[in-house]
């Protein structure tokens, strides 16, 4: 089974610019998640899908991130404008969200992001 | 906000020594998860504990979840260079469906 697929791993802008990120799930998992990983710290989640729609956007910074899912699969995160902060590992997540536990999230490789 | 706090936050050991790590909160989670995240790559799952009291081992790694599932711990047995990395803890609470996560315990194995 293909695990979760990230692009590009890394990048590097000049702050002010734009960066999108893609995440393809693992097929078959209804539940996306995008996580900001800075550098000593553990991953902090910014959104979680579930199919195409928001389940919770509320640590978005939404004045400069956006994200969306259409058709329910691949999702995309863009940054616009970056700045200096946003310098980070930006993971992807997918879980398949069954009535019955475990609950288990699974990350994609992630992508380094670099705002000089 | 339910807070995760992992110790220590740095371990560096000789090869073949045993260590273990703690997960801690004052919260409780219906589910706690044990990942290892290696430099440049995404966390990845070790294990998942959900009975108050379970314990999993996974080869020479014993992971235990506290009776009152608000704390777990992981312990390494005869540590090889190939444990290497950052151990995440991460809890779920219930019905939530999202990870709550520690800043970690990063691991050095010194050959």
């Known amino acids: 089974e293909a695990g979760v697929a990230q692009s590009p791993r890394y990048k590097i802008i000049e702050k002010r610019q734009s960066v999108a990120f893609w995440c393809n799930p693992i097929?078959?998992?209804?539940?996306l998640y995008w996580y900001q990983q800075i550098l000593g710290q553990g991953p902090k989640l910014l959104i979680q899908f579930q199919n195409n729609g928001v389940v919770d956007d509320s640590q978005l910074p939404k004045d400069r991130f956006s994200a969306e899912r259409l058709k329910g699969v691949d999702s995309t995160l863009k940054i616009q404008p970056a700045k200096l902060e946003d310098s980070a590992v930006y993971l992807c997540?997918?879980?398949?969200?069954?009535?019955?536990?475990?609950?288990?999230?699974?990350f994609g490789p992630g992508t380094r992001l670099t705002v000089t | 906000t339910q807070l995760l706090e992992q110790s220590p936050q740095f371990l560096s050991i000789q090869e073949g020594e045993n260590l273990t790590v703690y997960c801690n909160s004052s919260s409780v989670f219906s589910s706690l998860q044990w990942y290892r995240q290696e430099p440049g790559e995404g966390p990845v799952l070790l294990v998942t504990?959900?009975?108050?009291?379970e314990v999993k081992k996974l080869k020479r790694l014993t992971f235990q979840f506290g009776d009152a599932r608000k704390d777990s711990s992981l312990h390494i047995t005869a540590a090889q260079p190939g444990d290497t990395g950052l151990y995440l803890c991460?809890?779920?609470?219930?019905?939530?469906?999202?990870?709550?996560f520690g800043k970690g315990t990063k691991l050095s194995v010194i050959p």
């Open positions: 097929s078959g998992h209804a539940t």
């Open positions: 997540a997918s879980s398949l969200v069954t009535g019955g536990h475990p609950y288990e999230q699974y």
């Open positions: 504990v959900v009975t108050g009291g």
């Open positions: 991460a809890g779920e609470r219930a019905g939530s469906y999202q990870l709550t």
